[in-house]
């Protein structure tokens, strides 16, 4: 088995300016019950998830930022994501304590993208049961339009 540092790591930055590429068949955490306490069920999944502003964007290396020069970088990136001052924001709006935002020591606001998956899983089954109760309704209507037809028939 090949590993990197030990247990006392809490950060791992790939290129100086944290914007290298990490390539994994897997990222791993742990996740046993036995080690988890205070469990409580999601309160936030669609209103959360509705309320997030997809967006696309150029982005620059974080060292460009953070050491402006007169020449600008021609070195953007393009990229899909969110902007992590409105998850911030939208967050708190919902009291919801997600730690999916998190603010160096640099003053730069970096996203955990994987901690948004927990609310799109109740989000998921927010839906699924919307869904459900609604085809619940059509059958209901569908078996009311029914019985309106028999007797039209029948007073005919």
């Not at 030990?6 to 390539?23: K, P, T």
């Not at 959360?48 to 060292?63: H, T």
């Not at 967050?91 to 609310?119: A, C, W």
């Amino acid at each position: 088995m090949n590993s990197i540092g030990n247990s006392d790591i809490e950060r791992l930055y790939v290129a100086e300016d944290g914007a290298g590429v990490l390539y994994a068949n897997a990222v791993i955490q742990s996740s046993d019950a036995r080690l988890k306490e205070n469990i409580l069920s999601l309160k936030h999944g669609l209103d959360f998830i509705m309320k997030l502003n997809p967006v696309s964007y150029l982005k620059m290396k974080l060292k460009d930022y953070l050491n402006p020069s007169s020449v600008t970088s021609k070195s953007m990136n393009y990229e899909l994501g969110l902007l992590a001052q409105e998850v911030k924001e939208i967050s708190e709006e919902l009291d919801f304590d997600n730690r999916i935002v998190t603010i160096g020591e640099d003053g730069i606001h970096r996203m955990d993208y994987q901690k948004i998956m927990m609310p799109l899983i109740k989000a998921t089954q927010e839906q699924q049961q919307i869904i459900e109760s609604q085809q619940q309704m059509i059958e209901e209507l569908k078996e009311n339009l029914k019985r309106l037809e028999v007797l039209i028939l029948e007073k005919n």
